[in-house]
């Protein structure tokens, strides 16, 4: 069985679309960034958060009216089953306020705010409490790790591959980080901790699909020495589009029963996953490949001569050495 | 061939083997993290600028008494910060060098006019804030010791002055946070003059004008119970313990004359002998047992006392609190609490429920997939999915990881992602086999030809999933350890599993023509 028998699409034609499609999507990510600043969730702003579990039915504007009045803006939603009764409230970091002691005031005015307004009888069943300090630490520490860890696959790639081809991946890369992004936007999910865990998966699996292209091209090259660098890469890409479907399939099938079944704490961390996918497949086949090919062009119109294997004289010959360790593409 | 393939059968069974003989039985081999078992994660910050305050302090008071005894002329010293102190007003300049050398061992000196400045050298102030962490985290581990919690961790955590201390399954968790900041700093000292309603009226006992050795202190009403605002009451004590924590030797439970509960203290050798002289010199005055600054009680120096005393006028709650935090030993410094995640019980019973089905539902789909797209050879990819999660597994249990909800997360990845290198293996069979002679060539070439790009694909993710390593925090490390394992393993069973059962398949046939795939 196979979903495409001897696909032949000509992806490169529509790659100034893709790239227009593209930065329409993240321009509007960055415009809602710009106007409604970045939602970040307690783990990096600070504040609190509490799940309380109600022992009978209570609505959401109960609960929001007991809490309306503590300070600052309060955030009142269904937490997991309507069924289990549990209820998520979040509150602010409480301006000017201190390390220390303080810490829980806040959780446990809402809690005494609860308590006197004459709901059901509830339990606390978990409680966050996030210093600032932590907060900007964390913060610190999750740009820091994203960007070291796009340098580090761009050195590898770089150094496996060819520089134009590290660009273009680690491009589709962060192409996947900003689209993953204007969707978290767009469905208002907070940037907790797990969603930038997620987000730095999507880095690895997003490479991972470009380095199989890419691997392709670098296999085909030998054997294909006369061909315009597009056109192998076309080729490529058509050659994989298979496994690229299929993988992005598993992937999507296994994050999506994360989403349905794995519950409400892990709800943000399987969206982001699901549009990471998404535009991790998009990027892999549209994007990556397209900026590779439009650098190399820029540097030489033809691709360059250092590119292709030294020891691969005749197609048969190459096509044996493929099997072997790959050579490194030199430099020029 | 027939004999190498039964050696890599046999490899293969082996770690199999091991892998179901760590696991089982589950319950008690896999590790839950704090989110899935319920529990409370707290960060703590130690102010490391009280140690170095109590430093700077305790050089001043020093420096102070020896020009006096040695009559040398001066008009001011004081701490100016946690590290630093200004002497003022020196009129003999070589006098005054003779009596400040030793503090010049830990500050370094720089001239002023009428005066010098003081500031603590750079690596007597490091080496002071990590004894000081370290200290702490001894005092906050037998802490939780006392508390007879299991499997609880207590370790340092990020920048240099954070704490990391975990307790599982722990109910009263406004309790344990008391007992684990308290900074349970015994000292016995003097009293001046007291009890006063409020800290005005005992200043103006003395004029406003307090004698510089004295300090004013508040206390606990008499009778016990939480002092409210109305009931406060403030002493008039020395500066200068008599008495402090490091002269503590033991702490227990213990009731008063009137039987009411009260914590029972004894001192060390050489406190008791100095205590002993010191109770016998003032008879009849008033000494404050004083716990983190706050005046518990100050009874009435009856006669001489050598090694033992009493805090009294306590509830039930604060005696056994108290110790626990006594035995354990003072705290070094103040400590802040700057992160706190308690999850009820009930919430991880919830999350792990919701985890396994969440694995299964995922596991069924990619499965059902599989064989639907590569029919039996599908079944080849079905048996290093789950070959992969038991070694997986096995290895978790085996190191041991903890697992928490991002790390079931990272299972249920590795079941979608752990696929691609088949995939990718199959696919290129496929395309072999259009081009190429017979079934057994395709298999090998596919299996040669990808090596190479299951190797950068790997590399990739392993350095994405080593940097969220160096990110994360608790629950984030055991996502990103899942995931290394998880991708270690499956090179394993997607190249060397998965080729020996192509083999398999392929040597029980004479003649190879067609492949199911």
């Known amino acids: ?332 | 061939m027939m004999k190498n393939l039964k050696w890599r059968i046999a490899l293969i069974a082996v770690a199999i083997g091991l892998a179901v003989w760590a696991i089982v039985p589950p319950a008690e081999k896999i590790k839950l993290g704090l989110d899935l078992k319920g529990g409370v994660h707290l960060v703590l910050r130690v102010k490391t600028d009280d140690a170095l305050k109590v430093e700077t302090d305790t050089t001043v008071d020093r420096l102070r008494d020896s020009l006096t005894r040695a009559g040398v002329a001066f008009t001011k010293i004081e701490a100016t910060s946690p590290t630093e102190f200004r002497v003022e007003g020196i009129q003999d300049d070589a006098a005054f060098r003779a009596q400040s050398v030793d503090a010049e061992t830990v500050y370094d000196r720089t001239s002023e006019a009428g005066g010098y400045s003081y500031r603590m050298k750079p690596n007597v102030v490091n080496q002071l804030r990590e004894e000081t962490v370290a200290q702490a985290l001894e005092t906050i581990e037998r802490r939780v010791n006392e508390l007879g919690v299991a499997e609880p961790i207590v370790a340092r955590y990020g920048p240099q002055d954070q704490i990391l201390v975990q307790l599982p399954g722990v109910s009263d968790v406004r309790r344990a946070k008391e007992i684990i900041r308290s900074t349970a700093r015994l000292e016995l000292r003097l009293v001046e003059q007291g009890p006063f309603p409020s800290s005005e009226a005992a200043l103006q006992a003395y004029n406003n004008a307090l004698p510089p050795d004295a300090e004013i202190l508040p206390g606990r009403s008499e009778g016990g119970g939480t002092a409210g605002a109305g009931s406060a009451v403030y002493y008039v004590v020395k500066k200068v313990p008599v008495v402090s924590g490091n002269d503590l030797r033991n702490a227990q439970q213990s009731l008063d004359e009137f039987n009411r509960p009260a914590v029972a203290f004894t001192l060390k050798q050489d406190a008791a002998v100095r205590f002993g002289s010191f109770t016998e010199a003032n008879l009849g005055r008033g000494l404050a047992i004083i716990l983190d600054g706050r005046v518990m009680t100050a009874p009435t120096i009856q006669g001489r006392i050598t090694d033992s005393g009493q805090i009294t006028g306590i509830t039930r709650e604060e005696m056994l609190d108290q110790v626990i935090t006594l035995k354990s030993g003072a705290l070094p410094a103040s400590m802040d609490y700057l992160e706190e995640r308690t999850v009820g019980p009930s919430l991880g019973q919830d999350s792990i429920r919701a985890g396994i089905t969440a694995s299964l539902a995922g596991l069924t789909l990619v499965v059902l997939f599989m064989i639907f797209y590569y029919r039996l050879t599908g079944l080849n990819a079905v048996v290093s999915i789950v070959v992969n999660l038991l070694i997986l597994l096995g290895l978790m249990a085996a190191i041991p990881v903890t697992m928490t909800l991002p790390g079931v997360a990272g299972f249920i990845l590795t079941i979608g992602m752990g696929v691609d290198s088949n995939v990718l293996i199959f696919e290129r069979i496929k395309e072999e086999l259009t081009t190429s002679r017979g079934v057994r060539a395709a298999v090998n070439a596919g299996f040669d030809r990808v090596w190479w790009t299951i190797v950068d694909t790997h590399v990739s993710s392993l350095i994405a999933a080593l940097l969220l390593l160096q990110f994360g925090t608790g629950p984030i490390r055991g996502f990103a350890v899942t995931l290394i394992i998880g991708l270690l393993s499956n090179v394993f069973t997607a190249v060397f599993v998965s080729r020996t059962m192509f083999e398999l398949i392929l040597s029980r046939r004479q003649q190879a023509q067609a492949l199911s795939i």
């Open chain 1, 1 to 332: 069985m196979q979903i495409f028998s001897q696909p032949n699409y000509d992806f490169l034609r529509w790659r100034w679309h893709a790239i227009a499609l593209s930065l329409v999507v993240i321009a509007a990510g960055i415009v809602l960034m710009a106007t409604r600043g970045l939602p970040l969730g307690i783990d990096f702003s600070g504040g609190s958060s509490m799940v309380v579990r109600f022992s009978q039915d209570v609505t959401l504007d109960q609960v929001r009216n007991a809490v309306a009045a503590l300070p600052g803006e309060e955030v009142v939603q269904q937490f997991g089953d309507p069924a289990e009764r549990r209820v998520l409230i979040r509150l602010p970091q409480e301006e000017g306020v201190e390390e220390g002691a303080a810490l829980e005031q806040a959780s446990l005015r809402a809690e005494q705010a609860l308590r006197s307004a004459g709901l059901p009888a509830f339990e606390v069943d978990n409680r966050e409490l996030v210093g600032p300090v932590i907060g900007a630490d964390l913060q610190r520490r999750g740009v820091y790790a994203t960007l070291t860890s796009l340098l580090a696959i761009t050195i590898y790639i770089a150094v496996r591959f060819r520089p134009s081809f590290a660009v273009g991946a680690i491009a589709a890369t962060l192409h996947d980080v900003l689209v993953t992004l204007a969707f978290l936007m767009l469905f208002r999910y907070d940037i907790s901790l797990n969603v930038v865990a997620a987000i730095l998966t999507i880095t690895g699996y997003s490479v991972n699909d470009t380095i199989v292209i890419f691997d392709r091209v670098r296999e085909n090259l030998r054997s294909r020495r006369r061909e315009p660098l597009a056109q192998v890469v076309n080729l490529s890409v058509n050659q994989t589009l298979g496994r690229t479907v299929i993988t992005a399939g598993t992937t999507f099938l296994s994050v999506l029963a994360l989403y349905l079944f794995g519950g409400e704490a892990l709800e943000g961390f399987a969206f982001t996953m699901l549009v990471g996918v998404i535009s991790g497949t998009y990027s892999t086949v549209f994007i990556a490949s397209a900026i590779a090919i439009i650098l190399s062009n820029q540097r030489g119109g033809r691709r360059p001569q250092a590119a292709v294997a030294p020891t691969a004289p005749s197609g048969e010959a190459s096509e044996r050495q493929a099997g072997r360790k790959p050579r490194r593409a030199r430099a020029s």
